[in-house]
């Protein structure tokens, strides 16, 4: 069945409420001007939970010996389905997304009250909506005026997202082939950019190309603002005006990725704009290509999150090194972080519903120690380097901004690279030959 995960993922999380409590509310719709709104996109908690695509949605999980997974959503409405489309109401929806109990979204104020009493504990998002904590309170002092009826209040309040970012963090199977799936598009657009590119394009004809190819195949667009760089415009790590002319004989750094079904692909790729690589930026090239590939051998089950990160540092150190950006020995270079000038981020970041996806990076515990990798999990391999201007800088080297970027799941014996992008120099060549 369709809603199979989405159920699946609230048992799960209605075992660790005990009698407790829980309640997500999806995303509000946004004004853009006047009386248009932004496309919609859901929250990604609720979505996570639910899969139900609609606005003025909430669940309400309610733990104990009766399990109960309770939808509110807005009623049918012919006339308005006839402006803004399909409703699934209340009774469609229990049905299709799997669901205990489903109301019209207009009796949450009343029933969430009658809900939440004698309930051990209550959990939610607090402080991520100053509206939502508000509506919370009130149905809580709703309950607690109830006390010489003998109701009780929850006596408990938690943070929701510490139960549902430990969750998200390993993707199931439904999760992983959406992942590879969104890869799958988006390694296409990258492709379809590099084919169309040439010298004197606008940085966003290059976009448009990226978006036609995502949403020729399916996705709903990009996950994030896409960064197209030419030239030093690279060396700006969240670039995003793409207006600016692509140079003959500059690179030029996209940053691109779909969004299918609500989860993202993340993937930057760095190529010539004329289709050849020169001395200066194949060198540099190789540098960074280096450090990925290093970066990538380095994920497995058991090592520590920045394992990955500390192996991209220590072939990009090197590589400043022979390059002649850099002075002294490698591992003094790295003790003292003179390599941050030219390598300034960490080498990637969970990906999941969003690009930045949810999910701790240090234990829980008094040490403080990285996470340590698990099968599931997905992440980001991006190791770059980014050479602004300066009198101690060779001149070739100047304005040369580069980063190499793919999705990456973690498996058993080690891990599965999801975006296949051209990246290596003579795949890009070759993908960029002019006959």
Sequence with gaps: MKHQPYTSRRQHLLGQLGNGIA??????????????????????????????????AVVVLCGGEQPQSILF??????????????????????EAFGFD?????????????????????????????????????????????????GKRAPREIHDLRALLDDMRLTKDRSEQDTMRR??????????????????????????????????????????????????????????????????????????????????????????????????AQRDTYEVVLAAQLAAIAAIRPGVSFMAYHDAAVRILAQGMIDLGLLKGSLDGI???GDYKRFYMHRTGHWLGLDVHDAGEYKENNAGGEWIKLAPGMTLTVEPGLYIRPAADVPEALHGIGIRIEDDVLVTADGCDVYTDAPKTIADIEEVMRRD
């Design 23 to 56: 309640i997500v509310a999806t995303a509000p719709e946004r004004v853009r001007n006047r009386d248009t709104h932004h496309p919609y996109r859901f929250d990604s908690y609720f979505w996570y939970l639910t899969g139900f695509p609609e606005p003025e």
């Design 101 to 149: 109990q489903c109301y019209p979204i207009a009796e949450l104020d009343k029933k969430l009250p009658e809900l939440m009493a004698d309930r051990s504990a209550l959990w939610h998002s607090i402080g991520h909506d100053p509206e939502w904590d508000q509506k919370v309170s009130a149905a809580l002092n709703a309950v607690r005026t109830q006390s010489r009826a």
């Design 334 to 336: 790295i003790e003292n």
């Design 182 to 279: 969104a890869a799958n598009i988006s390694s296409a657009g990258h492709v379809r950019a590099m084919r169309h590119c040439r010298p004197e394009m606008a940085e966003y004809e290059l976009e448009a190309e990226l978006t036609h190819e995502f949403r020729r195949r399916g996705a709903n667009g990009h996950a994030y603002t896409p960064i197209v760089a030419g030239g030093a415009n690279a060396c700006v790590l969240h670039y995003v005006d793409n207006n600016r002319l692509l140079p003959e004989h500059g690179l030029v750094l996209i940053d691109a990725g779909c969004e299918l079904e609500g989860y993202a692909a993340d993937i930057t790729r760095t190529f010539p704009v004329n289709g050849r690589f020169s001395p």
């Design 73 to 94: 959503c807005r009623e049918k409405n012919e006339e308005r389905e006839i402006w803004e489309g399909y409703r699934h109401g209340p009774e469609a929806a229990r």
